[in-house]
């Protein structure tokens, strides 16, 4: 719990990656309740708020149900992950009454570096300059274990990039959810 507590006291906030990175969370009914009691469990003694799945797969109809006030597992668009395609949407939207759902908006590094053998970040900024125009989510995965020191000189460059842009506003997952929730509720 040390890493836990040391995160939330620097102003991150906690979200729970699944139970296990196995591919099978949406297999069945009976293997997501099963594993929602144990990532409910676990979701409580962390604190987590929100929730990805592992890989970006997933059912939206098991998703509703999560006990989460936020997920991020279904991607806007990205025809790389084992389960392409995604909701089409670059703003945040409500899953259900209780939970919003932050559309993974740009490719992951995985995707970028691994996949498709970039060198360089031209096709994150691209992408983030296209959602900015939209007044979209701009929405990145990025893995720690791919974060070599010439990726993450790369990931430094894209956080000044997206500095260096007007009136983008950097928050996290609850303060969307919120803001979020605030507009659902003043709209006819």
């Keep these: 719990m040390g890493l836990i507590t040391e995160l939330k006291d620097k102003g991150h906030e906690i979200g729970l990656h699944g139970v296990r990175h196995d591919g099978r969370l949406f297999s069945s009914e009976q293997v997501f309740r099963s594993r929602l009691q144990e990532m409910t469990t676990a979701a409580a003694y962390w604190g987590a708020q929100g929730f990805r799945s592992p890989s970006l797969l997933h059912r939206e109809d098991f998703l509703k149900i999560l006990p989460f006030r936020w997920d ?21 939207y409500l899953l259900s009454e209780t939970c919003v759902e932050l559309p993974v908006t740009l490719w992951q590094d995985f995707t970028l570096f691994e996949e498709l053998q970039q060198k360089d970040i031209s096709i994150w900024k691209t992408q983030a300059d296209a959602i900015y125009e939209l007044g979209g989510l701009i929405n990145l995965i990025v893995h720690p274990d791919y974060m070599d020191p010439d990726r993450l000189e790369m990931y430094g460059e894209f956080i000044d990039y997206l500095m260096s ?14 803001a979020e929730t605030d507009l659902e509720h003043r709209r006819p």
């Design 165 to 178: 842009k007007e009136d983008l506003w950097f928050a996290l997952p609850s303060m969307i959810v919120e």
């Design 72 to 92: 991020s597992s279904i991607p806007a668009w990205d025809p790389f992950q084992p389960q392409p395609g995604g909701s089409g949407r670059y703003l945040p």
